[in-house]
């Protein structure tokens, strides 16, 4: 069963137009929640809305307000709101087209599909989706979702098409904080040449289906023992390697020497000394330097 429509509106280019219905494109109700219990009854805890001078209160007595100075508030009503009309509130105007790939990733936010609104938006829809995909450009348009408008990219998928809403570029942080003080300088060749290796080797086609969330699996297991009346066992996380330094990593991770020699215990015998310096004598398999 498909979920409600986000938005229901008109879809408009130029003198065109389609009313076409807005549908969140991904769903977080598979994920594991927890519930706040309290610690002896393991009763739920319910959150009640609280006034610091009636106490508990019912929900259906509140309302919104905007803070305009410190602990001052005005009162906004739904007729408020809905007195707020602009043209985005009802129809995604696209405004200009961009290259795929043209939108920096760091201001892509929600996902969505659009599509036809009824059997006579059919048409028109398809036209608009073809068009967009035959040009492989994005469509810039805007719409009012959750009281705020919205940028969104548009582009043909599949049969439909997909709504990406933007982050504001003053959500967006600078970079200066974070790699400002990081150096420029350049890696060493040789080094870089076995990175690039590495990445080539390990190229491979994304399949989402190939990268569950390992740690939720782990979490499920553990509530399924739980469930039993079982302490349950989960394998910890395997350590990481004494690694000698990034030239033997890299020759290491492609193969072309072995791995580093783990650090010795007084139990192991002397004779691991060659290995130790083999390893640290930077050559490769071909024998160079």
Known sequence: ???????????KLSLVSCPVRLYPATSTSERISFNQLHKDT??????????PELGLV???????????????????????????KIESNHTMNIEAFVDEGAVDVIYQDAPYYLAPDGAMAE?????????????????????????????VTIGARENGMFVCTLRNPSEVRGTAEYFGNIPAGKPEPEMLELAEALIKQKHTTFDPKNYEDRYE???????????????????????RGNVINLMDALKASLGQAKPPAKSKTKAEPAAEKPAVAAAGGGKTAKGKK
């Open 217 to 239: 699996i782990a979490l499920m297991k553990m509530i399924k023992e739980k469930l039993k009346g079982h302490k349950p066992i989960i394998a910890a996380a395997p350590e």
């Open 123 to 151: 048409e028109t829809f398809a036209v608009l989706r073809e068009a967009l995909r035959k040009s492989g450009k994005l469509a810039i348009a805007r719409l009012v979702l959750s009281s705020r408008e919205r940028v």
């Open 1 to 11: 069963m498909a979920p409600r429509a986000s938005w229901k509106g008109y879809l």
């Open 58 to 84: 019912e929900r259906s007595d509140l309302v919104k307000g905007y803070e305009y100075e410190d602990k001052k508030y005005v009162v906004i009503d739904e007729a408020d709101i809905d007195s707020v």
């Open 42 to 51: 393991h009763n739920r805890i319910n959150m009640k809305p609280v006034d």
